[in-house]
């Protein structure tokens, strides 16, 4: 239709067509359409100048003809987090298509709307669509990009982690992958309403070292059993990073221990592995579309259960594909990728095209935030007394467990820090002592002395000697939280008598020092939140000797206490309902509503 020319450049030879005067800068043709409306406020509009270059064509909205100039398109569309992109303009066989193959080479899930594209010659845009499903681009028209713009997701099911045959034996992971940029609430939703995961009476979110570490048998035999104890005790979720390394891989050992004694009546925790789908080795062994789909609408649908199949009639691949099961198995490993951890019961991936474990850290907080709030649905004070509680562990770890620490604590999340797991928790357990003046610290003279001089950062450079890359990038910020939020971190040591060498203790010292110091909470809501960690945990001596006493009883509501008397029938402790009776209370002054929750919890259960 047009003349073709040859270039032979310095750097490439070109074949270009030789196209009549068009989309000149600064003239009419190049100006967008002159009803289309632009919101000119909003951050996620983003102008790209393409085809500034007069020795070269650029029909992709990405880069020139030869990849060699390229425009911000795709480092703009990968701060705001898409991952799915629809395209359509002028025309399908040249800007649109050219586009469309960039985006889909760029690893972005890539739509070509073909209705609201034009074409310049009908033969080359139909070799031009054929070509671009052949790559997998999908052709839509412009009807379905609503529905499609709502998607959660097509890619979810079960993992099975080992070769042999499946049977009623067989324990399955569940997983779903999604965009990084989908909502923390929608997620959290997701988990309960489509994975069916009961609430919780603690959140348990762990960080730590994500490579091999060396902690001695002794306390890694004694964090394994200790974890998963609080575990069962109260009723908690497990939330980790989900690869098979380091912290990581200890917890899923622990939860393997626990169900090979525990069999035939052991429960089944929740660990819920939040990870990046592109930093997850192997991850083309899931990378499965069912032919549904998950949209923020119907995130009640729920996902199969095989507590509700027979897993002996399921046998062959045929079937296996039928209920989304997909075998995963890595064999060697790779050192920029990470395999999942096989005993999490479930995965969450988000993908956002890179192979960055770091990029989903800050929606992980997002995630664990909103956790907290599942079934709540009262008034502000109720809120906050509602809220499901969650405490941060950290076991040795790097200048990214140091951000997510300092995250934490931030948002007034409690940690407990291991001392003597290594790295970063051991240097922020000497940070720690520098910071405040507990004789339970630990402090050693050398500190002390450093303290006095205040020569913080001497104790900072000498104890960064620890070889942790990227340190100086968090150390002061690390030191700023450390400083002004101290009551919300716990230093635990396996060894010392002042945890009973126990980190259930320290786990609650954790969540009793966070009611204690939360600008939330005025005296009357932190002694209600203390007795109710009492009662989870059965501290029944700790609640005797400081929350329920002749001295504290004139502080106590009615009401207060007949909330209380139901916690503890609802969960068995016979010796707080004795107390708590003793202290005002009666059976008589229970509710019809509070006999009717009584009831509905023991038919759930």
């Known amino acids: 239709m047009y003349d073709e020319v040859t270039y032979t450049g310095p750097k490439v030879e070109t074949t270009q067509i030789l196209w009549p005067s068009h989309c000149i800068q600064d003239t009419e043709d190049a100006a967008l359409y002159r009803d289309l409306y632009v919101p000119s406020t909003s951050d996620n509009v983003i102008h790209i100048n393409k085809g500034t270059d007069p020795d070269i064509d650029s029909y992709s909205a990405f880069s020139d003809n030869n990849r060699i100039k390229k425009t911000e398109l795709d480092r703009k569309l990968r701060e705001r987090n898409v991952t799915h992109v629809f395209i ?18 760029l690893n972005y899930t890539t739509y070509l709307i073909e209705d609201a594209s034009g074409v310049i010659a009908f033969d080359v845009a139909k070799a031009k669509l054929d070509h671009l499903k052949q790559q997998g681009i999908e052709i839509i028209q412009a009807n379905q990009v609503k529905a499609l713009s709502d998607e959660i997701t097509k890619q979810y099911g079960f993992i099975k982690f080992d070769e042999n045959k499946l049977d009623a034996t067989t324990r399955l992971s569940q997983y779903i992958r999604l965009s990084l940029n989908t909502n923390a609430e929608t997620v959290v939703k997701f988990m309960q309403q489509g994975w069916g995961l009961t609430k919780p009476d603690l959140i348990i979110s762990i960080v730590g070292g994500t490579t091999s570490f060396n902690m001695l048998p002794c306390l890694r035999k004694i964090f394994q059993s200790d974890l998963v104890a609080v575990a069962i005790t109260t009723n908690a979720w497990l939330i980790t990073a989900g690869t098979n ?14 169900r090979y004694k525990k069999r035939k009546n052991g429960i089944d925790i929740p ?19 069912p032919t549904t789909s998950f949209t923020h609408s119907d995130t009640t649908k729920r996902t199969y259960s095989f507590r509700k199949h027979h897993l002996n009639q399921i046998s062959n691949s045929d079937i296996d594909d039928q209920y989304f099961i997909r075998n995963y198995s890595i064999t060697e490993k790779q050192k920029t990728r990470c ?24 929606l992980r907080a997002e995630i664990e935030k909103y956790s907290r709030y599942i079934n709540i649905e009262t008034t502000t004070e109720e809120i906050i007394e509602s809220l499901i509680p969650i405490v941060m562990i950290l076991v040795e770890g790097d200048s990214s467990s140091i951000r997510t620490i300092c995250q934490a604590l931030n948002s007034n999340t409690p940690v407990v820090v291991i001392k003597e797991s290594g790295r970063a928790a051991d240097l922020i357990a000497e940070l720690y002592a520098c910071y405040t003046d507990d004789e339970n610290s630990n402090t050693t003279s050398y500190s002390t002395q450093l303290v006095r001089d205040n020569s913080k950062e001497i104790e900072i450079n000498m104890i960064a000697q620890t070889t942790i890359t990227g340190l100086d990038e968090v150390k002061y910020e690390l030191c700023r939280v450390l400083n002004e939020r101290k009551q919300l971190v716990t230093i635990f040591m396996f060894n010392s008598k002042r945890h009973h060498r126990n980190l259930e203790d320290a786990i609650l010292e954790s969540l009793f020092n966070a009611a204690k110091f939360s600008d939330d909470f005025n005296e009357e809501h932190r002694r209600r939140v203390e007795l109710k960690l009492a009662i989870a945990w059965h501290k029944f001596n700790y609640a005797q ?53 009584l009831y509905a919890i023991r038919l759930v259960y």
């Not at 390394?245 to 626990?258: C, S």
């Not at 660990?271 to 579309?289: F, H, K, L, M, V």
């Not at 009401?559 to 969960?571: F, G, I, K, N």
Request: glycine share 10%; charged share 25%; aromatic share 10%.
């Open 339 to 362: 395999d999942l951890e096989p005993n999490h019961t479930h995965f969450l991936l988000f993908d956002d095209g890179q192979p960055n474990a770091d990029t989903v850290l800050p």
């Open 245 to 258: 390394a380091g912290v990581v891989k200890e917890v899923g050992e622990a939860l393997n221990k626990y």
């Open 88 to 105: 359509a303009g002028l025309a399908t066989d040249y800007c649109v298509g050219g586009t469309a193959l960039d985006a889909f080479d």
């Open 271 to 289: 660990c819920i592995g939040i990870t990046s789908w592109g930093y997850t080795a192997g991850n083309e062994q899931i990378d499965y579309q």
């Open 545 to 597: 000797k400081y929350l329920l006493t002749d001295t504290t009883i004139s502080k106590w509501k009615e009401d207060d206490l007949c909330r209380a008397l139901v916690d503890a029938l609802y969960r068995g402790h016979v010796d707080f309902v004795e107390l708590i009776i003793e202290y005002g209370t009666s059976l008589e002054k229970l509710t019809n509503g509070d006999l009717k929750q």
